[in-house]
């Protein structure tokens, strides 16, 4: 099969391109970035280097292809969040249209069942229903939940102030996943048959948050590690202190009010998988352990 991945080299792109790769499929990489092109080369992929803001590039490049894998990258720049999800998620229906492809798998996200309320995911819910009204495309949703990785921007927080936490309490359930199991998930649905549109869950861990913190605190030798529930108002002030934009910053508070809630799970638990992934929070413990030490 000749497929078309987005996301350049990123935490999920490189390990999905890498197994289509290894099962024998024709692997083409997108990348705004054309000192990406020999990373992406020495995949076994061929690179197309270009922006998903502009309809034209894309429909060359899906043209002739038989499926897509298709993410909405973060852009901590933009005025408008969603608008830019919105503006990205037409840029993609557009080209798919013209260039005549069928079959698209999209990263989306727990909670995008929503339309309001669940900070940058409500501009993923607008996608999904950009991509819904494309007629004759098979589409699969993975919606993936919080990323392991995102973990990696509390290590400041830990090595100053001892502490981990965010504007949720330490017995808040926070439902995770590996980037390495989205890529698993998304590289089974790219090499299979599936018909219509559908939504796929893949999730590799559930816990506490206090369950968090112990994990990651025996993994980094602090077994008292502490997980401290921060306001609203806190939690934004910190963020922009760390440099970042007030929009992202407004968008990741209203994130966290949808955890508190609980309402950022509700369709998962009427919908939940009969698989998941394989990565465990010890596991990734392991991998934080060796970040937070470098």
Not at 165 to 173: H, I, K, L, P
């Given at each position: 099969m000749k497929i078309?991945?987005?996301?350049?080299?990123?935490?999920?792109?490189?390990?999905?391109?890498q197994t289509l790769v290894a099962a024998g499929h024709n692997v083409t990489v997108i990348s705004n970035n054309a000192?990406?092109?020999?990373?992406?080369?020495?995949?076994?992929?061929?690179?197309a280097i270009g922006s998903l803001a502009y309809a034209d590039f894309l429909t060359d490049?899906?043209?002739?292809a038989d499926a897509?894998?298709?993410?909405?990258?973060?852009?901590?720049?933009?005025?408008?969040?969603?608008?830019?999800?919105?503006?990205?998620?037409?840029?993609?229906a557009?080209?798919?249209?013209?260039?005549g492809i069928k079959k698209v798998v999209m990263l989306s996200s727990i909670g995008a069942h929503l339309d309001s309320g669940v900070?940058?995911?409500?501009g993923i819910h607008d996608v999904e229903g950009i991509f819904s009204k494309l007629d004759g495309v098979d589409i699969k949703f993975v919606r993936a939940p919080f990323f392991f990785t995102n973990f990696y921007?509390?290590?400041?927080?830990?090595?100053?102030?001892?502490?981990?936490?965010?504007?949720?309490?330490?017995?808040?359930?926070?439902i995770m996943v590996h980037p390495r199991d989205i890529a698993a998930a998304i590289a089974e649905e790219l090499q299979h048959d599936f018909t219509g549109k559908g939504v796929r869950y893949i999730v590799s861990a559930e816990a506490t948050t206090s369950e968090v913190a112990a994990t990651l605190g025996q993994a980094i030798g602090k077994p008292e590690l502490p997980w401290i529930e921060f306001t609203d108002e806190q939690l934004e002030a910190g963020l922009?202190?760390?440099?970042?934009?007030?929009?992202m910053t407004r968008n990741f508070v209203e994130m966290g009010t949808a955890v508190r809630s609980a309402k950022i799970w509700e369709d998962y638990d009427k919908h939940r998988p009969t698989t998941s992934g394989k990565v465990t929070l010890q596991d990734f413990a392991k991998e934080f352990a060796v970040v937070y030490n470098a």
């Open positions: 078309i991945v987005t996301g350049s080299t990123g935490n999920i792109s490189k390990p999905l391109t000192d990406k092109t020999a990373e992406i080369e020495a995949l076994g992929a061929k690179a490049t899906f043209t002739g897509l894998y298709a993410m909405v990258p973060p852009n901590f720049g933009a005025e408008s969040l969603r608008a830019y999800q919105i503006e990205t998620g037409e840029s993609y557009e080209a798919i249209r013209r260039s900070g940058p995911i409500k921007g509390n290590i400041n927080l830990i090595k100053h102030q001892g502490i981990i936490g965010s504007n949720y309490d330490a017995d808040t359930r926070l922009l202190q760390a440099g970042v934009p007030a929009e």
